[in-house]
């Protein structure tokens, strides 16, 4: 199966979703190719939405593979393996790269966004696919520490391990497809699947008008 589009995905998702508790139940996407799905999802089941920053922290020498993430929240998860054999000094060094990238970033969206509370309620986390889960666990991670009361994770595509292992770290992990057989690369599952731009975001956010409101 393909998606059409992050959009196309995002509205799938949205049909699978079964909101009880619309008053208490934030949607919260990663940027940046997290954020059309969210928005998509926010809107149909009338549910404020923001974001939450965690980022790949990539291998050192193919950036590409992730051996960890980095949420805006809290510390960085390691896979135990990769983490063994890393340099401690490039390992401070990109920490901070990440920490800056995604401070820049906060500040930018910040500008059209209200942050929304989360502490007793109900957060659907949103990305457009999850292959090795990293980014996703800091996000649940960091969303756990402001004592959120439920985590859904609400992805279109996961591979069958990471899916498993999600579903003992959240209360429902909501997906249209999990194959058997993972492609590698969550693009492999779009027809189209452009990078998402900052421009982009911003265009998004300042078009969102919270219909919970």
């Known amino acids: 199966m393909k998606f059409k589009n992050r959009l196309d995905a995002g ?60 949420s805006e929240h809290g510390d960085p998860i390691l896979d135990e393996t990769s983490a063994t054999l890393l340099d401690p000094e490039w390992l401070t060094t990109e920490l901070k790269r990440i920490r800056n990238e995604m401070a820049r970033r906060q500040r930018t969206y910040s500008k059209a966004l209200t942050k929304q509370p989360l502490k007793g309620k109900t957060v659907i986390l949103v990305d457009d696919g999850i292959a090795t889960g990293m980014t996703m666990k800091a996000a649940i991670k960091a969303v756990e520490a ?26 429902e992990v909501s997906v249209v497809e999990v194959p058997d057989m993972f492609r590698g690369a969550v693009g492999a599952y779009y027809m189209s699947f452009p990078q998402v731009e900052d421009e982009e975001v911003m265009d998004m956010l300042r078009s969102f008008h919270d219909p919970s409101e």
């Open 11 to 70: 509205k799938q998702l949205a049909d699978r979703l079964d909101v009880t508790d619309a008053e208490n139940t934030v949607v919260l996407a990663l940027p940046r190719g997290g954020i059309p799905l969210g928005i998509e999802i926010a809107e149909r089941h009338r549910l404020p939405f923001d974001i939450i920053l965690s980022k790949k922290i990539g291998h050192p020498t193919h950036s590409e593979y992730a051996i960890g993430a980095l």
């Open 146 to 171: 402001q004592e959120a009361e439920k985590i859904i994770v609400a992805v279109p595509v996961i591979p069958k391990d990471t899916y498993h292992e999600l579903e003992k770290l959240v209360d």
